[in-house]
């Protein structure tokens, strides 16, 4: 029966060819060491290490996890290296950093929102000719 840590090679050197390095830079900036450790079945990668994978090869994570599934899925769409960046530091937040950082974009938006909408509604005064 395949495990999680022959799939998690099969990965890596079959599918991605790459080294562990690289393997643990996409995968959220960890050890070649912790791949290695994920390998031999020590220890196994988190969400967050392949939420990033996902994120940055379109690697399934149901497919790392239990192997069901396509290995690949396609991604929703590209995201640049300053998204990227973004989700990579939110990754790093516990879960109440998370719901906290939410909740101010979330009223940072609604507040722009509001701002657009009274700067739309306001009447450009007509411009006289001389």
């Known amino acids: 029966m395949e495990t999680i840590a022959d799939r998690i090679k099969q990965l890596r050197t079959k599918h991605l060819h790459c080294t562990q390095k690289q393997f643990g830079q996409w995968c959220g900036g960890v050890s070649k060491s912790a791949v290695s450790q994920w390998e031999r079945s020590i220890t ?3 969400s967050d290490n392949l939420r990033s994978l996902q994120r940055k090869k379109g690697v399934s994570p149901a497919w790392v996890r239990d192997g069901t599934g396509a290995i690949f899925i396609p991604a929703q769409h590209e995201l640049s290296p300053q998204q990227e960046g973004l989700l990579d ?3 790093y937040l516990d879960e109440t950093q ?4 939410i909740e101010k974009l979330t009223e940072m938006k609604r507040r722009n929102l509001e701002i657009f909408a009274a700067l739309k509604s306001r009447e450009t005064p007509a411009k006289e000719t001389e």
């Open 44 to 46: 196994e990668p988190d």
């Open 98 to 101: 998370r719901h906290e950082t």
């Open 89 to 91: 530091l939110f990754a």
